[in-house]
């Protein structure tokens, strides 16, 4: 008799989730035993023991993310995709969201401050001279500078003239840096997305220390709160849906009445109880393990079973039907789909017959 497959949590520094998410799985079901996943010897193309891993930790350890590759591969599902999570990045995030109708600040990205390790001014040939002032001129003042490629708010800057702006940006080194609007906001929010269904709006208030953040109220009341929190899920399925994200948080900061999103690249975002807070903590801890279970029902073995963005979907397709189905001969490099269509000779006979009778119509 096969083991069962199992369903596992990888993470880092956090204590107080990843404990919690099993508890809740084992609680809820024994189909698939959860547990913290337990890693020994890695090796090209051969599967894991689990169905299902909930990934918290591989942007800071790079061989988790080549561990995880390695388990979609060969048929975990792994959330968050660990190909999208290698490839994702706010200003792609931000310039997506500007196609699918969602508000974002006025967005520039500028090139890191110093070259990069082993290149030199020839490197760069294709780079023209910034122009700062328009640049300043288009973004105004304030303005946020921050990684475009960050978290945890590392080297995020608030600047409010070009004297603090070049200031700041002389402390980035060889980080890749969004220039973008301040957005002035009267209500601010976090929101979990689970399994692109389930959102969970939070106020949140990032000027109060961080143990305090969560212990927000909305302001915006009666019919306009109503409808602020219908189009901020709108918002938060559109993002989660175009990006691919199983597990995700977007920030809003409302001005005017218009929710625009500042932050959803979080593909492991902060679920720490003492953070979130408890009701928050459950809401979590619950739907992820809904969304874990789920997965694992459906995971088909040895397959891919990741969930792709829509931008990725939309992509692969285009690329499909641009091969017209009649150009499909056994040409050197085919794959494996193509081939057994053009081998099934009964079914091409039958093709060449057909064709006259509709000619004949
Ligand atoms: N354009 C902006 N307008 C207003 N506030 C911003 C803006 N960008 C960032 N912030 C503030 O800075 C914080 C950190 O920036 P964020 O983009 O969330 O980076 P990180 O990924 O490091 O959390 C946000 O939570 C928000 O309070
Ligand atoms: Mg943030």
Not at 46 to 58: E, G, M, Q
Not at 94 to 99: C, E, G, I, K, P
Request: with cysteine.
């Amino acid at each position: 008799m096969s083991k069962k497959p199992k369903i596992g949590i990888l993470f880092g520094q956090e204590n107080t989730f990843p404990q919690a998410f099993v508890d809740r799985v084992n609680e809820k079901q024994s189909a698939f035993p959860a547990e913290f996943v337990s890693i020994e010897q890695v090796e090209q193309s051969v599967p894991t023991d689990y169905a299902v891993i909930i990934d918290r930790i591989s942007q800071d350890v790079p061989f988790y993310k080549a561990f995880l590759k390695n388990a979609a591969l060969t048929g975990t599902a792994v959330v968050n995709n660990p190909f999208w999570w290698s490839a994702d990045e706010k200003f792609f995030n931000n310039a997506l969201a500007v196609q699918l109708g969602v508000p974002v600040p006025k967005t520039i990205l500028l090139p890191s401050k110093e070259r990069p390790d082993d290149t030199n001014h020839n490197s760069f040939r294709n780079l023209k001279h910034m122009n700062w002032e328009g640049i300043f001129q288009h973004i105004g003042f304030p303005a946020f500078m921050k990684p475009h490629a960050g978290g945890g708010w590392k080297s995020v800057y608030k600047v409010d003239n070009p004297e603090q702006m070049f200031k700041a940006y002389d402390e980035t080194g060889q980080l890749v840096m969004l220039y973008q609007e301040a957005i002035d906001f009267t209500d601010y929010f976090r929101c979990y997305c689970i399994g692109g269904k389930d959102v969970r709006i939070m106020p949140y208030e990032p000027r109060n220390p961080h143990h305090l953040r969560y212990a927000a109220q909305m302001q915006t009341t009666g019919d306009a709160g109503k409808k602020l929190l219908a189009t901020m899920t709108d918002y938060v399925l559109k993002l989660n849906h175009g990006l691919g994200y199983d597990f995700n948080t977007v920030e809003f900061a409302v001005r005017d009445g218009i929710p625009i999103a500042i932050d959803f690249c979080n593909p492991a975002p902060d679920a720490d109880v003492h953070s979130v807070g408890q009701a928050n903590f459950d809401w979590v801890v619950e739907a992820v393990a809904n969304m874990a279970i789920e997965r694992a029902k459906k995971v088909q073995k040895g397959k891919d079973n990741l969930t792709w963005g829509t931008f990725v979907r939309g992509s692969v397709m285009s690329q499909d039907s641009a091969t017209p189905a009649k150009d499909a001969k056994p040409t050197k490099g085919a794959t494996t789909e193509e081939a057994p269509k053009v081998e099934k000779a009964p079914k091409a006979e039958k093709a060449k017959e057909d064709k006259p009778k509709k000619a004949k119509k």
